[in-house]
T-cell receptor, first 107, second 113 residues
Framework: KNEVEQSPQNLTAQEGEFITINCSYS?????LHWLQQHPGGGIVSLFM???GKKKHGRLIATINIQEKHSSLHITASHPRDSAVYIC?????????FGEGTQLTVNP | NAGVTQTPKFQVLKTGQSMTLQCAQD?????MSWYRQDPGMGLRLIHY???????DQGEVPNGYNVSRSTTEDFPLRLLSAAPSQTSVYFC????????????FGPGTRLTVT
């Protein structure tokens, strides 16, 4: 069974700080997703990765297939980035989620 | 496009009652899935479907039934509600297979007393 571990569980930052959230998984995957869940509960997909690196605005996601590790970086963090960030791996038709990282960015 | 819609948004049931959570999508996505989200547990897959007429079990299928008679709809049925099924339920879709970007519905908050 694939386990997906995220760290840290909780993260508090000051506006403008560079943030990193980590995700490790235990078996080979076909894709890794980063999701964002806002305080109102809605979930949106940020990135889908199978290799390398992707960038969207201030968000950067990287994956190292050999080390079974992915990171989500937020540059110049802002209070509107406050949310739960969830790592999700896909292996065939099975999906496994991390427990999420609660990020709070203070002004 | 409405995207992924779920109804109802909130529901309170008594133990033993049955109900159906509705999920509909207008994006012609083949892959649809149901998750439950509980504090400290993350999202867990209940059932999924790779196309009309095809369903399969996820990680926590007990107590739930699904069917997929059309591409658009994927209802989740609770046969006899139990307090352990108190949770927030999310429906999600993908164009083809689970390796693509997922689109989530707004969620249904269910309380079983």
């Amino acid at each position: 069974k694939n386990e997906v571990e995220q760290s840290p569980q909780n993260l508090t930052a000051q506006e403008g700080e560079f943030i990193t959230i980590n995700c490790s998984y235990s078996v080979g995957i076909s894709a890794l997703h980063w999701l964002q869940q806002h305080p109102g509960g809605g979930i949106v997909s940020l990135f889908m990765l199978s290799s390398g690196k992707k960038k969207h605005g201030r968000l950067i996601a990287t994956i190292n297939i050999q080390e079974k590790h992915s990171s989500l970086h937020i540059t110049a963090s802002h209070p509107r980035d406050s949310a739960v960030y969830i790592c999700q791996e896909t292996s065939g038709s099975r999906l496994t989620f991390g427990e999420g990282t609660q990020l709070t960015v203070n002004p | 496009n409405a995207g992924v819609t779920q109804t109802p948004k909130f529901q309170v049931l008594k133990t033993g009652q049955s109900m159906t959570l509705q999920c509909a999508q207008d994006m012609n996505h083949e892959y649809m899935s149901w998750y439950r989200q509980d504090p400290g547990m993350g999202l867990r897959l209940i059932h999924y479907s790779v196309g009309a007429g095809i369903t399969d079990q996820g990680e926590v299928p007990n107590g739930y039934n699904v069917s997929r008679s059309t591409t658009e709809d994927f209802p989740l049925r609770l046969l006899s509600a139990a307090p352990s099924q108190t949770s927030v339920y999310f429906c999600a879709t993908c164009p083809t297979g689970s390796s693509y970007e997922q689109y989530f519905g707004p969620g249904t908050r269910l309380t079983v007393t």
